[in-house]
T-cell receptor
Framework: GDSVTQMEGPVTLSEEAFLTINCTYT??????LFWYVQYPGEGLQLLLK?????DKGSNKGFEATYRKETTSFHLEKGSVQVSDSAVYFC??????????FGAGTTVTVRA | ETGVTQTPRHLVMGMTNKKSLKCEQH?????MYWYKQSAKKPLELMFV???????ENNSVPSRFSPECPNSSHLFLHLHTLQPEDSALYLC????????????FGEGSRLTVL
């Protein structure tokens, strides 16, 4: 079935370090791709999205590019802050409402 | 007030208890969802309601019983649960079934003893 696979955590890094979280997908068609973020004690919230190949989603200094040739949607940020500590979820949908989520990657940023 | 509110935030129950989780959205959305979040596993979609009609029941055991009395409220009734049902239960809403952005509540942490 349609699914996403994202790198296992936890990921621990220092402030101002470069962050990459890998996400690859398997889908029978052309999905829309998403990154959701879950800060401690909160629900998930949409971070960014891309709906077609070569689209780049960006928000809060994070970026991800929809790569059809590698079926990937890796999340990157050039300089992380302590406030970026959270769990990050990659997700896809082919139809109108059924989101398939990855297992989540826990990121901890140390001052 | 936050967009999607879930109560209680924490619940401990025995296997013979009956309890309910409540979700309320203040966003004027027409679709609501229940997800189960277990440690180190992908989020599992349990139920979807669109305009108060259940449109998805993702092979969820009958010991979980959803109810959507109106477009702003969603319940998950729990009875005779198992310890493996312990998890974080997340409610979400979207503008309608065709909208791809979900707005999540903070979750209800359920522990079944």
């Amino acid at each position: 079935g349609d699914s996403v696979t994202q790198m296992e955590g936890p990921v621990t890094l220092s402030e101002e370090a470069f962050l990459t979280i890998n996400c690859t997908y398997t889908a029978t068609g052309y999905p829309s791709l998403f990154w959701y973020v879950q800060y401690p004690g909160e629900g998930l919230q949409l971070l960014l999205k891309a709906t077609k190949a070569d689209d780049k989603g960006s928000n809060k200094g994070f970026e991800a590019t929809y790569r059809k040739e590698t079926t990937s949607f890796h999340l990157e940020k050039g300089s992380v802050q302590v406030s970026d500590s959270a769990v990050y979820f990659c997700a896809l949908t082919l139809n109108d409402y059924k989101l398939s989520f990855g297992a989540g990657t826990t990121v901890t940023v140390r001052a | 007030e936050t967009g999607v509110t879930q109560t209680p935030r924490h619940l401990v129950m025995g296997m013979t208890n009956k309890k309910s989780l409540k979700c309320e959205q203040h966003l004027g959305h027409n679709a609501m969802y229940w997800y189960k979040q277990s440690a180190k596993k992908p989020l599992e979609l349990m139920f979807v309601y669109s305009l108060e009609e259940r449109v998805e029941n993702n092979s969820v055991p009958s010991r979980f019983s959803p109810e959507c009395p109106n477009s702003s409220h969603l319940f998950l009734h729990l009875h005779t649960l198992q310890p493996e049902d312990s998890a974080l239960y997340l409610c979400a809403s979207s503008q309608d079934r065709g909208s791809r952005e979900l707005f999540f509540g903070e979750g209800s942490r359920l522990t079944v003893l």
